[in-house]
C-alpha cells in the first residue's frame, strides 16, 4: 500500500513521460493536438523566438555603448575623468604649497619661502622623466599620482610667491589658462584646428630654441652676468620699448596651445589604434604637464607686465 498521499498517486505527478500513456491522459482524453495543429503551434513557437531575438537586439542598441571597464581599452571619457582626478590631487597639494610658502611670513621676516617649489620642481621633473621613459614597457600610474603631488606642490609654492609680490596676479594667470584651454579644445572639437606635419615640425623646432635658450638664461642668472640683469635675467630686457618676456612669453603661449593641440590629437589616436586602458593615464599626464607649463608661463607674462608698470 502507498504511504504517500493518494491525492498525488496521479501519473502527472510522477514520470512525464507517462503523462501521455495513463489512463484519463492528454492523449486518452484526445488533447494531443492533430499534426496540424503541432505544425501551427511549431509555426508560433517559431515567430516567438523570432521576436524575442528581434527584441534582444533592438534592447543592445539602444544599450549604452562599452566603456573602458567593459573593452579593457583607452576611451576619451576615461582619460578625462582620469585628468580631472590627476587636477584634484594637483589643487590638494598645491594648497599645502601655497600655505607651506606663506608660513614664516611675517612683518619681522617678509620673505615668502622658495622651499616648497623648489622641491615640488625638482621632484616633478625626475618624477615626468621616470613615467615619459618607463612607461614604453608598463604604465604606472603610482608614478603619475607622484608627479602630480609634486607639480601641485611646485604649482601653489611658486602661485603664493607671485602672489605676495603682486597681488592677484594667481587669479589673472589662472583665468587666461581657462580661456586658452577652453578656446584650444573648442576649436579642436570643432575641426578648425589639426596637428599637421608641417606645423609639429616648426613647433619642435621652436621648443629647441626655447630650450637652448632658457638654459643660458638661467646660466647667466645663475652667475650674475650683468646682462642677465632683472628678476627675469634676459626675459627683463627691453626691445623698442617692449620687453623681451613679454613677445617670447607670447610665443611660448602660443606654442603651449598647440602642443595641447598635439596632446588631444595623440589621445585620439590612442584610442583609434585600441590601446590598453592603463594608457588613459598617459594621456591625462600628458594634458597635466602642458597645462602647467601654460599655467607657468602666463604667470610670468603678467608678472613681467605688472614689474613694468
Avoid: C
Avoid at 590598453?276 to 602666463?298: D, K, N, Q, S
Amino acid at each position: 500500500m502507498a504511504l504517500n498521499n493518494p491525492a498525488f498517486s496521479n501519473p502527472a505527478f510522477q514520470d512525464p513521460k507517462a503523462v501521455q500513456t495513463y489512463p484519463g491522459g492528454r492523449q486518452a482524453a484526445g488533447l494531443t493536438p492533430p499534426p496540424a495543429a503541432q505544425a501551427q503551434y511549431g509555426a508560433a513557437q517559431h515567430a516567438g523566438t523570432d521576436a524575442a531575438a528581434q527584441a534582444h537586439l533592438e534592447g543592445m542598441y539602444a544599450a549604452p555603448s562599452a566603456g573602458a571597464v567593459e573593452t579593457d581599452r583607452m576611451t576619451v571619457e576615461d582619460t578625462v575623468w582620469k585628468t580631472v582626478g590627476l587636477f584634484a590631487i594637483l589643487l590638494v597639494t598645491a594648497a599645502v604649497g601655497w600655505v607651506w610658502t606663506m608660513a614664516g611670513v611675517t612683518p619681522a621676516n617678509p620673505n615668502p619661502s622658495i622651499l616648497p617649489w623648489i622641491i615640488g620642481g625638482l621632484g616633478g621633473f625626475v618624477l615626468s622623466l621616470v613615467v615619459i621613459f618607463t612607461s614604453r614597457k608598463k604604465v604606472r600610474p603610482a608614478l603619475i599620482f607622484a608627479y602630480a603631488a609634486f607639480e601641485g606642490l611646485f604649482v601653489g609654492g611658486i602661485s603664493a610667491f607671485f602672489e605676495f609680490i603682486w597681488p592677484g596676479i594667481v587669479m589673472q594667470a589662472t583665468l587666461a589658462t581657462f580661456a586658452v584651454v577652453g578656446v584650444t579644445l573648442a576649436l579642436f572639437a570643432s575641426g578648425k584646428v589639426r596637428a599637421s606635419k608641417k606645423a609639429t615640425k616648426v613647433f619642435m623646432i621652436a621648443m629647441l630654441g626655447y630650450l637652448v635658450f632658457s638654459l643660458i638664461n638661467v646660466g647667466l642668472m645663475l652667475f650674475n652676468v650683468p646682462v642677465a640683469g632683472g628678476a627675469f635675467g634676459l626675459l627683463s630686457q627691453q626691445v623698442f620699448g617692449i620687453p623681451l618676456g613679454l613677445i617670447i612669453g607670447v610665443l611660448v603661449v602660443i606654442m603651449a596651445a598647440y602642443s595641447l593641440v598635439l596632446d588631444f590629437d595623440q589621445i585620439q589616436q590612442g584610442v583609434r589604434n585600441g590601446a590598453p586602458r592603463p594608457y588613459a593615464w598617459v594621456g591625462a599626464f600628458g594634458i597635466m604637464v602642458t597645462v602647467v607649463w601654460l599655467y607657468i608661463e602666463i604667470l610670468r607674462i603678467l608678472a613681467i607686465l605688472r614689474g613694468s608698470e
